[in-house]
Structure formats: structure tokens, C-alpha cells
């Protein structure tokens, strides 16, 4: 059975950089195909996915954000650390861990975030 | 970024009731497309996805369609727990974009 869980820092102060952790089990992270990404969630919008992080440790990030984050593995310890720079009022969201799926499609590989954490409001205010 | 437009933002309809979401795609994205359910407080789940395909688990009352830029969730015989903000997101490729959600209300 898959789970993640998302922890760190419920308040930070603007400027402030925010690490967070996401623990999971069920899955290895040095499994071909594997990944897990990072999304978030502001009070009353979308989901907005941030990073993501494949099994070979190659990565991506949204555009929109790119400068402000990283994302790295411990696969020994089955985890993964989001840090975002710089956090700002409107970076209050909650945020989610989740297992990226590898999906076959005609020889393509696509993208499934199949199991979520249960997700942690983080807030920025000073 | 291929950005992701669902309709409507909302509706609500009775238990029984078929319901349909639709998620269009500013380019194609052949069908790479998942759906997620997100209930208030819960993670969200993966329903469908390659536009077609019910995640196992997921009851047969919804089902996917669509191909190229458009796309269909259609919920047949509503059920009081089916009240959520359905999504769209585009697996075509990074940046991984989102429908801004539509809110379904079971009256």
C-alpha cells in the first residue's frame, strides 16, 4: 500500500525559505519510471503542480517558479524535500506530496499522480 | 505551458442525475489527460486516466472521452459522496497543468 505524508513549517515569514519533507512507503524511488512530485493548492483555487522528481534524480520544475525551487531524494530514507525561496502571502497554499504513476501509451511514457498525501496548509504572514 | 480550460466551474444536480464536465486543451495533447476528484479535506484521487481509462477501484458510474483538445467526464447516476471539484490535468507533458475545477453540489 502506497502512502506519503507531508511535513514541515505551518507559518513562515515572508523572505523566509520553506523546506518541506515528504515521507512515503509502498514504493521505491530507484524503480524505473517512479517519480514524485510536489502541488499546491491556494485557499479557494486550483491545484497548481510546482516540482517533480524522477527515480534517475532528473527533475522538473514549473516555469512560473523555477528560480525558487529545488527538490532532492533520499531513497534510503524514502523521502523527498521541496525547498521554495523567497516566500511570499500568496505562496499560502496547501501543499501536496504525490506518486507519479508512469503510464505506457504507444511507446510514450505519460504522467499520473496516482496516490496524494493528505496535504499541509502552509502559511506566510509575519 | 498548455493551459487547461474546464466548464462549467459549477453545478449542482440530484442524486440519480448524469452529469458531464468538459476540459479543453489549448493545443493538442492527443490523450494524455487524467481526471481527479478532490473532496474538502481529503487528498485527491486519481479517477481517470489517458482520457478513457476508470483508475482501479473507481466506480463505473464515470467514465472519460475525448481526444486531440477536448475532453468529457461524464458522472452517470449521481451519488451523495460524488459531491467534489472535479479536475482535469494535461499528462502531455512539464509543466503538468490543471483545469481551474469544477465544483459539483448534490442537492
Known amino acids: 500500500q502506497i502512502t506519503l505524508k507531508e511535513s514541515g513549517p505551518t507559518l513562515v515569514k515572508p523572505t523566509q525559505t520553506l523546506t518541506l519533507t515528504c515521507s512515503f512507503s509502498?514504493?521505491?524511488?530507484?524503480?524505473?519510471?517512479?517519480?514524485v512530485g510536489w502541488i499546491r493548492q491556494p485557499p479557494g483555487k486550483a491545484l497548481e503542480w510546482l516540482a517533480l522528481?524522477?527515480?534517475?534524480?532528473?527533475?522538473r520544475f514549473s516555469p512560473s517558479l523555477k528560480d525558487r525551487l529545488s527538490i532532492t531524494k533520499d531513497t534510503s530514507k524514502s523521502q523527498v524535500v521541496l525547498t521554495i525561496t523567497n516566500m511570499d502571502p500568496a505562496d499560502t497554499a496547501t501543499y501536496y506530496c504525490?506518486?507519479?504513476?508512469?503510464?505506457?501509451?504507444?511507446?510514450?511514457?505519460?504522467?499520473?499522480?496516482?496516490?496524494w498525501g493528505q496535504g499541509m496548509l502552509v502559511t506566510v504572514s509575519s | 505551458d498548455i493551459q487547461m480550460t474546464q466548464s462549467p466551474s459549477s453545478l449542482s444536480a440530484s442524486v440519480g442525475d448524469r452529469v458531464a464536465i468538459t476540459c479543453r486543451a489549448s493545443?493538442?495533447?492527443?490523450?494524455?489527460l487524467n481526471w481527479y476528484q478532490h473532496r474538502p479535506g481529503k487528498a485527491p484521487k486519481l479517477l481517470i486516466y489517458?482520457?478513457?481509462t476508470l483508475e482501479s477501484g473507481v466506480p463505473s458510474r464515470f467514465s472519460g472521452s475525448g481526444s486531440e483538445t477536448d475532453f468529457t467526464l461524464t458522472i452517470s447516476g449521481l451519488q451523495p459522496e460524488d459531491s467534489a471539484t472535479y479536475y482535469c490535468?494535461?499528462?502531455?507533458?512539464?509543466?503538468?497543468?490543471f483545469g481551474q475545477g469544477t465544483n459539483l453540489e448534490i442537492k
Open positions: 504525490a506518486h507519479r504513476r508512469p503510464i505506457i501509451l504507444r511507446g510514450i511514457t505519460i504522467t499520473a499522480f496516482d496516490y
Open positions: 509502498g514504493f521505491s524511488l530507484s524503480a524505473n519510471g517512479v517519480g
Open positions: 522528481i524522477y527515480w534517475d534524480d532528473d527533475k
Open positions: 493545443q493538442t495533447i492527443i490523450n494524455y
Open positions: 489517458a482520457a478513457s
Open positions: 490535468q494535461q499528462s502531455y507533458g512539464a509543466p503538468w497543468t
